[in-house]
């Protein structure tokens, strides 16, 4: 079930990268991908946990250690806190360039993780992970199941819908309270906490800095902080507007979700499926999920916005490459969708061939000239296809 196809493309990127980083959320399945890989050669891998004071006490003289073990795969988990190990492996690396020497960790990305860029550029490698995607599932779950409980394997697996979001809520509080103030967010908890919960309420809303600055009772320097950091730990995503056409007033706010549905679901009180199906929250919750799903089969060069002008034309998903649009759609969670004018007024402004309206069902069929109903399956397909 767990990240079959990021494992064929890390092992590709080790054939030519002395270093390779997988990042991600915690609990994403990084260490568990990074111990299938170390699987293939159980004789030649080291694993290191940054977090665990054994492993530290290591890589007291780590430069010398990397060197009695240069034949060998050494892989470095939560590698975060320990940004001063970069430089080092720099320095490792150019005295003996053997690709696929080094598997990197990391549950926050590579801008937050300070340093790393300068110090490898040209011998790392980084790929993201995310959480399951629906390609992914087995047998055992539906969507219904990945949407409610999200894509954190533990959460997906837990035994209960109750013991998985009390699962998500330890989550929570062990990446807000333990992690943040380790990466550099010193800050009030409390008030993070409410913003966190803030955005929960408002899923998908546009994002209004100086508004929530007042209900929080902080600066907007503070909630520009928040928004910079929940970003690069993996929380939630800033979806950006597309706005190239000068001829329209067009939205210039992002979009803010929080990336993980199961994680909204236990931030928002929402404990069961059925309560979610009657929850205020259910649209944002499968918009959300539908971004989220889309954004990890988006194919290179391929980058995914929204569109929507000040008269309320609006498309959930603008997919751009080149800098020309070239897909459109709209999500809806309806069983019987149909076309809004807000969303014909968008196809005519960015004049996309490929048009969809993604909605909950499973059948294919057209709602318009040039724009087709589809199921979530048959988007996803079309995205990689593009």
């Known amino acids: 079930m767990l990240h079959r196809e990021k494992k064929s493309t890390l092992l590709e990127l080790m054939e030519y990268y002395p270093c390779v980083a997988i990042t991600g959320a915690r609990q994403v399945g990084k260490t568990t991908l990074a111990r299938e890989i170390a699987s293939i050669r159980p004789d030649t891998a080291i694993y290191l946990d940054m977090e665990s004071p054994r492993d530290l006490a290591r890589l007291q003289e780590p430069e010398l250690f990397f060197e009695q073990h240069e034949e060998k795969l050494i892989i470095i988990d939560e590698i975060q806190h320990k940004p001063e190990l970069f430089p080092v492996l720099r320095s490792v690396i150019d005295s003996n360039r053997r690709n696929g020497r080094f598997l990197v960790l990391g549950s926050a ?208 998903m603008l997919l751009v490459r080149n800098g020309e649009p070239i897909c459109c759609g709209e999500i809806k969670r309806s069983n019987a969708p149909t076309m809004s004018r807000g969303f014909a007024s968008v196809i005519e402004d960015v004049k996309t061939s490929q048009n969809y309206i993604v909605y909950a069902g499973t059948e294919a069929f057209p709602v318009a000239e040039q724009v087709q109903a589809v199921g979530l399956h048959q988007w996803l397909e079309i995205v990689r296809e593009l």
């Not at 967010?185 to 800095?209: C, H, P, S, V």
């Not at 803010?256 to 009657?278: E, F, P, Q």
């Not at 649209?283 to 539908?290: C, D, L, M, V, Y």
Request: with cysteine; glycine share 10%; charged share 20%.
């Open 109 to 316: 990305s590579p801008e937050l993780i300070r340093n790393s860029s300068e110090s490898l550029a040209g011998r790392i490698a980084y790929e993201e992970l995310f959480g399951l995607h629906i390609d992914e599932l087995d047998d055992r779950y539906t969507t219904d199941d990945l949407w409610f409980r999200g894509g954190f394997p533990q959460a997906l697996s837990a035994g209960s819908d109750k013991v998985a979001m009390r699962w998500l809520n330890d989550f929570l509080f062990t990446v807000t309270a333990r992690d943040l103030p380790l990466l550099g967010l010193n800050t009030d908890y409390e008030k993070l906490r409410m913003f966190i919960g803030m955005l929960a309420q408002q899923q998908g809303g546009l994002l209004n800095k100086e508004t929530l600055a007042r209900s929080v009772g902080v600066s907007g320097a503070t909630i520009t902080r928040y928004v910079y950091y929940l970003q690069h730990i993996y929380l939630i995503r800033e979806l950006l507007p597309w706005h190239v056409n000068a001829k329209k007033r067009l939205v210039k706010s992002p979009k803010v979700y929080i990336r993980d549905s199961g994680l909204l679901h236990a931030i928002n009180g929402v404990n069961s499926h059925s309560m979610l199906t009657g929850h205020i929250s259910v649209g944002g919750s499968w918009e959300g999920f539908i971004i989220e799903q889309t954004a990890m089969v988006l194919p290179e060069g391929c980058s995914l916005y929204f569109y929507r002008t000040h008269q309320g034309a609006e498309a959930d």
